[in-house]
């Protein structure tokens, strides 16, 4: 049974840090690409980032890159999120998600339709 299971979220103050965590289980991780989605209160779940399996190719969306970081160890199967800089529009619950889709373009790591298994999401709330 795959579980994906995140740590690491809370409540900040806007500019603040926070790191989050994804320890997967019953998989081949080093065979996934990993990424980190997020749902803010009415709105669609949205990309975040992503990393491809050996950790050499990053994609970030527009609104984070530069104050996030995607990373992974797999030798213990976790994938991590470092947040810098946190903005109130940050504020979401924060998902991680194991692709088994072929890479194929940019595309095929931020479409979260390509994603297999998910998280339970973590709670991230940036206050002023």
């Known amino acids: 049974q795959v579980q994906l299971v995140e740590s690491g979220g809370g409540l900040v103050q806007a500019g603040d840090s926070l790191r989050l965590s994804c320890a997967a289980s019953g998989l081949m991780f080093s065979r996934y690409a990993m990424g980190w989605f997020r749902q803010a209160p009415g709105k669609e779940r949205e990309f975040v980032a992503a990393?491809?399996?050996?950790?050499?190719?990053?994609y970030y969306a527009d609104s984070v890159k530069g104050r996030f970081t995607i990373s992974r160890d797999n030798a213990r199967n976790t994938v991590y999120l470092q947040m810098n800089i946190l903005k109130l529009e940050d504020t979401a619950v924060y998902y991680c998600?194991?692709?088994?889709?072929?890479?194929?373009?940019?595309?095929?790591?931020?479409?979260?339709?390509?994603?297999?298994?998910w998280g339970q999401g973590t709670q991230v709330t940036v206050s002023s």
């Open positions: 990393i491809s399996w050996a950790g050499g190719i990053t």
């Open positions: 998600a194991a692709s088994g889709a072929t890479y194929n373009g940019k595309d095929s790591r931020t479409d979260s339709r390509k994603y297999d298994y």
